[in-house]
C-alpha cells in the first residue's frame, strides 16, 4: 500500500492508529468510511496538523477540553468544532497501541474478558485493549465534550437592549423633554 505523506481529520475519519513502516518508522493508519489509508506521520503529527488546518492547536483544545470536563486523563480534543469532530484516546497519547476515535463513528461495544470490542460505523468491528468500562468512561466525556460545546454555540440568547434616551430642547418653550429612540 502507498504511504501518504499527509492527512487532515474530515468527518469520514473512523480511526487513526500508529503502525511502522517497513524500515520501522513510526506512521499512521487512518480508517476514513472503509478505506485504509497508510500516512507517513505519527498520530500527534496528523492531528496537530489537522487542528491547525481547522484553526486550532492540539494543546489549546486539551486545555480547553480540561476547562470544560475537569481534570481528565486522557482528555478527548475536538479537533474541528465546526465540523463536529471529536477524538478520544483508548490509551495515553504517548503509548504505542494508543487509537484515537472519532466519537461519532463508534456504535456500540461489548466487553471480551479485559478488552472491548468497539462496533464501528463503516460496519467493521476493532477488538481493544481496555475494560468496558474504562472505554466507555472515555467515550462518554468525549460524547459530553462534544454536547456541551454545542449546546453553548447553538443555544439561543436574549438580547436586551435599552432604549436610547435622548434630551430634547422644545423649540417654542425652551424646556428640555425626553425623547426615546427605538
Known amino acids: 500500500m502507498e504511504k501518504q505523506p499527509r492527512y487532515i481529520v474530515n ?74 469532530i471529536c477524538l478520544f484516546p483508548h490509551k495515553s497519547a504517548g503509548h504505542p497501541e494508543c487509537i484515537w476515535f472519532n466519537h461519532q463513528h463508534v456504535l456500540n461495544t461489548q466487553p471480551l474478558g479485559r478488552h472491548t470490542l468497539v462496533e464501528l460505523s463503516n460496519g467493521h468491528s476493532i477488538k481493544v485493549e481496555a475494560r468496558l468500562s474504562a472505554f466507555n468512561s472515555k467515550k462518554q466525556k468525549a460524547g459530553d465534550l462534544r454536547r456541551i460545546l454545542f449546546e453553548r454555540t447553538h443555544t439561543t440568547q436574549i438580547l436586551y437592549v435599552e432604549p436610547k434616551l435622548e434630551y430634547i430642547r422644545d423649540q417654542k418653550t425652551g424646556k428640555l423633554r425626553l425623547h426615546n429612540h427605538l
Not at 475519519?13 to 500516512?39: A, H, N, P
Not at 482528555?75 to 468544532?81: D, E, F, L
Open 11 to 84: 468527518q469520514d475519519t473512523v480511526l487513526l492508529m500508529r503502525e511502522y513502516d517497513s524500515y520501522g518508522k513510526q506512521c499512521t493508519r487512518v480508517i476514513e468510511g472503509k478505506d485504509w489509508i497508510f500516512v507517513d506521520q505519527t498520530p500527534l503529527q496528523v492531528l496537530a496538523e489537522s487542528m491547525n488546518y481547522y484553526g486550532t492547536n492540539f494543546k489549546g483544545a486539551i486545555e480547553g477540553a480540561r476547562s470544560i470536563l475537569g481534570k481528565v486523563h486522557m482528555c478527548p480534543i475536538m479537533v474541528s468544532q465546526v465540523q463536529d
